[in-house]
């Protein structure tokens, strides 16, 4: 969120190689910040933004609201994709070219039932997960022949704002 409170990773070598900007998914400048940090190639992109509904995690398909999940989507799916669409040139200019989505356990269609304690509810992020883990899925298959890697994982449950 904050380039200058993120100690750890600040703390990271070689400071030479590392570059830490701060990038907002929901705003189309993604390229000029990027180009402003004097950033000429990507070896790992990770997808790391993500948000859920005001009341998290109550949030039940049956109660949707449409614009609660349409503000989760523009930030968690289509925001991912553009800032992956974003990074696709610098990215190229990489021998590793690999994109890392982190998604969730509450994605996932197969193994959702239980997850987290939960088997509905959630429904504005599990939907916007499961849509960009697809998103992902897309990239990899378009980019096959072109030596890029797209993976969508689940660290678990993470204690963040919104997994605490």
């Given amino acids: 969120r904050s380039p200058a409170s993120a100690k750890e990773l600040q703390s990271l070598e070689p400071k030479s ?66 800032v992956t669409n974003s990074c696709l040139p610098l990215l190229e200019k990489s021998a590793a070219k690999c994109v890392v989505n982190v998604s969730s356990q509450l994605a996932s269609i197969e193994h959702c ?8 509810g959630v429904c504005s992020y599990r939907l916007s997960r499961a849509a960009n883990n697809m998103a992902m899925r897309c990239f990899a298959g378009e980019l096959r022949e072109e030596g890029f ?8 449950h993470v204690d963040t704002d919104m997994g605490s």
């Fill in 17 to 82: 190689k590392l570059k830490v900007v701060e990038l907002d998914v929901s705003k189309p400048e993604l390229a000029e910040a990027l180009r402003k940090a004097d950033v000429e190639h990507l070896d790992f992109l990770i997808n790391n933004a993500g948000i859920s509904s005001p009341n998290h995690p109550n949030d039940p398909i049956l109660n949707a609201d449409a614009e609660v999940m349409k503000s989760v989507f523009d930030v968690n799916v289509v925001g991912t994709v553009m």
């Fill in 113 to 120: 039932f239980g997850i987290q304690g939960k088997y509905g």
């Fill in 149 to 156: 890697v797209f993976v969508s994982m689940s660290p678990g």
